[in-house]
């Protein structure tokens, strides 16, 4: 069965003070790995799809790589409006989806 | 604007007395699809549907129905709820299977 296991569950930041958050996935035959903000009462929001073993990308602080494994969605000198629940997701078919528990991150100004 | 909605974003009811949830998506997207959202366990899909008529059963399929008679709409349906179905409810669209996901607001569910 997939499974998708996050982690930190919570994490607390100064502002300006990088981390990462980790997300390793069980499935073999990987075909999209997901990266998704949300905020309190809202659906999740679209950050980053990464396809293959070594792929990047990149928007603003937010960096998420890909390996074999795991994947990492690094944080650089964040903002307290970074803060919220991150969660990545495994499809091997792209019609089902396995989401992680998520990260919440709460940047302290 | 391009969005996903749902209706109602808050329901409160008693065991037994069906339900329906709907989703519309303005954005003609083939593909939609229905979550459940509890603390700790993460999203888990419920059911899937690449386009008009077709529908598959995601992870936790188990005492929802669904259907998918137009594009635009996807309506979430339990017969008879029990209150381990409360949990907060999303729906998602996207233009095909590889494509970005976007999420509707969420339905918060108690059934008592």
């Known amino acids: 069965e997939d499974q998708v296991t996050q982690s930190p569950e919570a994490l607390r930041l100064q502002e300006g003070e990088s981390s990462s958050l980790n997300c390793s996935y069980t499935v073999s035959g990987l075909r999209g790995l997901f990266w998704y903000r949300q905020d309190p009462g809202k659906g999740p929001e679209f950050l980053f799809t990464l396809y293959s073993a070594g792929e990047e990308k990149e928007k603003e602080r937010l960096k998420a790589t890909l390996t074999k494994k795991e994947s990492f969605l690094h944080i650089t000198a964040p903002k307290p409006e970074d803060s919220a629940t991150y969660l990545c997701a495994e499809s091997h078919n792209f019609n089902k989806f396995y989401f992680g528990s998520g990260t919440k991150l709460n940047v302290k100004p | 604007e391009a969005q996903v909605t749902q209706n109602p974003r808050y329901l409160i009811t008693v065991t037994g007395k069906k339900l329906t949830v709907t989703c519309s998506q303005n954005m003609n997207h083939e593909y939609m699809s229905w979550y459940r959202q509890d603390p700790g366990l993460g999203l888990r899909q419920i059911y899937y549907?690449?386009?008009?008529?077709?529908?598959d059963k995601g992870d936790v399929p188990e005492g929802y129905k669904v259907s998918r008679k137009e594009k635009r709409n996807f309506p979430l349906i339990l017969e008879s709820p029990s209150p381990n179905q409360t949990s907060l409810y999303f729906c998602a669209s996207s233009m095909t299977l590889q494509e970005t996901q976007y999420f509707g607001p969420g339905t918060r569910l108690l059934v008592l």
């Open positions: 549907s690449m386009n008009v008529e077709v529908t």
